[in-house]
């Protein structure tokens, strides 16, 4: 869908070129996030998000790096940029990430540690937290295996956004949180 304002023609349908972090827990999620058009993007949970976001990372802006950016390039030299929400320093100066999330999900919680260990793993930092502004819950993140998610997120963004095609498909845990679900599993489509 195309509109026209005055001299400009936008296009609604074009791809927003865009991927997050929790996008590249599969190739195939990021392929079709990457690609996903702006006029899906959005809505009012994200909005809410922003504003309950500013109200909490304003009280730690003192003490913590807010909206932390992480930087990965890839081997065809698109560079995607994601940002932790805090990096913050504690008493004896070791680093750790805070990820903020109006509610934790039960559901959605792998997906929620795993963007809280791709950060740890980017920014070289041993120690993640992730909080859940609704209940007031801290989960601590584990440390282990850092180097095979920083390997996997590396493997995932290359082929979400360097390939030409669409990546295979690989049925796991992730599936059953994926919003492309019907999509991916479409015989049609593959």
Not at 101 to 112: F, H, Q, S
Request: proline share 3%; net charge positive.
């Amino acid at each position: 869908m195309k509109v026209r304002i005055r001299n400009m023609e936008i296009d609604l349908d074009a791809p927003i070129r865009r991927v997050g972090v929790v996008d590249l827990i599969c190739p195939r999620r990021g392929w079709w996030a990457f690609r996903e058009p702006v006029r899906t993007m959005g809505d009012e949970m994200m909005a809410v998000g922003v504003v309950m976001h500013e109200g909490v990372l304003g009280q730690v802006s003192d003490r913590c790096e807010v909206e932390k950016r992480v930087e990965v390039s890839t081997s065809c030299g698109v560079v995607r940029r994601f940002r932790a929400d805090a990096v913050c320093r504690d008493e004896d100066g070791g680093r750790f990430v805070v990820e903020v999330k109006k509610r934790v999900n039960p559901r959605y919680m792998p997906l929620y540690l795993w963007q809280v260990r791709v950060y740890m793993a980017f920014l070289n930092v041993e120690r993640g937290y992730l909080l859940s502004v609704e209940d007031g819950r801290v989960y601590e993140v584990s440390s282990e295996g850092l180097e095979e998610v920083r390997e996997v997120f590396i493997d995932n963004l290359e082929k979400a956004v360097c390939g030409v095609g669409l990546p295979g498909r690989r049925v796991g845990v992730w599936c059953r949180l994926c919003k492309y679900r019907a999509r991916c599993f479409n015989g049609t489509l593959l």
